[in-house]
């Protein structure tokens, strides 16, 4: 090295690598926010996905049968020599474990909700709260063993003429499976409901009970509504109870008593068959799973938009 | 005049006190019933499949006679569907989050994400297993697999871990990122080194969760076609002849625990009943267990947190 460097020189060189450092530390910057945003947006992607797979493979089965007699044929015998494919029997299966479920997890969930957030002392709270989440979190698998093997052989005591396979049990168990999650959403937007309106209602001199239905539940209403209406989104999704202990046959009738199937239990009872796919009957499962996230997509945005407005009031 | 008054008032309040303790004895109730199906439903499983728990249980393969058959190939392929699960969603989720989190600009894609992520969230499990039935095993041609069962769970898991991360994130006070940008760091900087281990003890409950609810979760998987019948285990890396590659795992035929409950609990015969009660247990034992830690580890999280 012959030539001097001079301090301002050394300077130059030294800004140039930091210049040089802040590229290099830009473009992975942006690289980074790239796949964050790509790994954001496959959410996105996966509802794209459900909605073209099951228009796909559903386009098949519609070629051969028409809407109206799918949507008002009341009988379902897709796999069997001489094909009818009137979905209405798997709708009143769902229909009637769904209102079964609804009708004990909404009076259930609401009570829980109004105990934990209004009347009970935070501690026992803090002790009871762990065990309806341990419930939300048992297998559907186990609560269909439940459901078969210990819900139906005592609901027989009382119902003597009840089926081995009945929608009542079925339903039953599934509105226990979702108490915890009809509790906790309504808990929730109870306890959104600010102090103030709680001292305002005591020092009125009003009691908890007075306070908690007249002053918190209006302040709540459109939260517990949604909660009820996700209640009843999750109980026309569930699959394992159903096929378990509601059994596995189609079959129109409204009478609780009776072996029914579901959506979801079809879906299961073909998808353990071995029909060669690409065949009408297999198709059939995309066709009725359509109908599925219909329904479900319906309660759950109205479930969402219910829950946003008690969001947004305070 | 003013003596009546006094009593009509306290007949009212006597009134009030007494409707808020009935209704009060209702909410406990209604509470406790929570708990007490709880205790009954394990009750019920432990009396009915207790005496089929026994090692050779856990070291057999399924087979005809009930006394015989064990869940070794069920478990086997639980966990390492479990494994593929981890691996894609954990990432994937947590990736997410921190963008909608930490990156995201206030506009139509942000909102348009949000709406999907609340979304699939609530769509019912045996959906996913149609879009892996169409996607996973027939466009993509992946079959049967541990690696496609594993996928699907993944996705149908990573709402619930996107949730968790994004709610730990938000507890994490802006003074923090204010800190570590006046300091010259930069973006993924602040996320890396600051906010991720900060919001860690959040993430993990939320991966247990949803590993949880992933471990028992048996009507997507029945979707894509598992068979129920497996007397043989996924071949090990290096093994067999001629010798298997290190991945060939993932495109083994499996059977998962619920499944191979579910396939026993169909069948008429009681001793099966039996068999499928000691599965019962094996599933809720793991699935009370990891809820168990979450809880916990969230309550620990919570008290330790001071900012």
Known sequence: MTSETTPSQQGESYLDRIRAMRRVRNARERLVEGILFLAAFFAVAVTVAIVAILLYEGAVFFRHVSLVEFLTGTQWTPLFENAHYGMLPLLTGTVVTSVIAFVVAAPLGFLIAVFLSEFAPPRVAQVLKPFLELLAGIPTIVYGYFALLFVTPLLQKIIPDLAGFNMLSAGLVIGLMIVPYVASVSEDAMRAVPMALREGSYAMGATRFQTALRVVLPASFSGVMAAFVLGISRAVGETMVVAIAAGQQPNFTFDPREPAATITAYIVQVAMGDLPHGSIGYQSIFAVGLVLVVITLFFNLLGQMLRKRFREVY | ?307
Not at chain 2, 14 to 27: E, M, P, S, V
Not at chain 2, 179 to 189: F, H
Not at chain 2, 213 to 238: H, K, N, W
């Open chain 2, 1 to 307: 005049m003013v003596k009546t008054d006094l009593s009509r008032l306290r007949a009212v309040i006597a009134k009030n006190r007494r409707w808020d303790l009935i209704f009060g004895g209702i909410g406990l109730l209604a509470t406790m019933l929570g708990v007490v199906v709880l205790t009954v439903l394990f009750v019920d499983l432990v009396i009915d499949g207790w005496s089929r728990l026994r090692p050779d249980f856990f070291l057999n393969f399924p087979s005809r006679h009930p006394e015989r058959a064990g869940i070794l190939s069920a478990w086997v392929g639980s966990a390492l569907v479990m494994l593929v699960t981890a691996l894609t969603a954990v990432p994937l989720g947590v990736a997410a989050a921190v963008y909608l989190e930490e990156y995201a600009p206030k506009h139509w894609i942000t909102e348009l994400i949000e709406v999907n992520v609340s979304n699939l969230a609530a769509v019912p499990s045996i959906i996913y297993g149609l879009l892996a039935l169409g996607l996973f095993v027939y466009l993509l041609g992946l079959g049967h697999s541990i690696l496609t069962a594993g996928l699907t769970l993944a996705l149908l898991i990573l709402p619930i871990i996107i949730v968790a991360t994004r709610e730990a994130l938000r507890a994490i006070p802006v003074s923090i990122r204010e800190a570590a940008y006046a300091l010259g760091a930069t973006r993924w900087q602040v996320v890396s080194n600051h906010l991720i281990p900060y919001a860690s003890g959040g993430i993990y409950t939320g991966v247990i969760i949803g590993m949880a609810r992933a471990v028992g979760e048996t009507a997507p998987i029945i979707t894509i076609g598992a068979l129920t019948f497996i007397a043989f285990l996924p071949p090990a890396p290096f093994t067999g002849d001629p010798p298997a590659g290190p991945f060939d795992w993932l495109f083994s035929p499996f059977t998962v625990l619920p499944i191979q409950m579910f396939n026993w609990l169909s069948r008429p015969q009681a001793a099966f009943h039996v068999n499928a009660a000691a599965t019962g247990i094996v599933i809720i034992v793991a699935t009370l267990v990891m809820n168990g830690i979450a809880i916990w580890l969230r309550a620990r999280v919570r008290r330790n947190l001071k900012w």
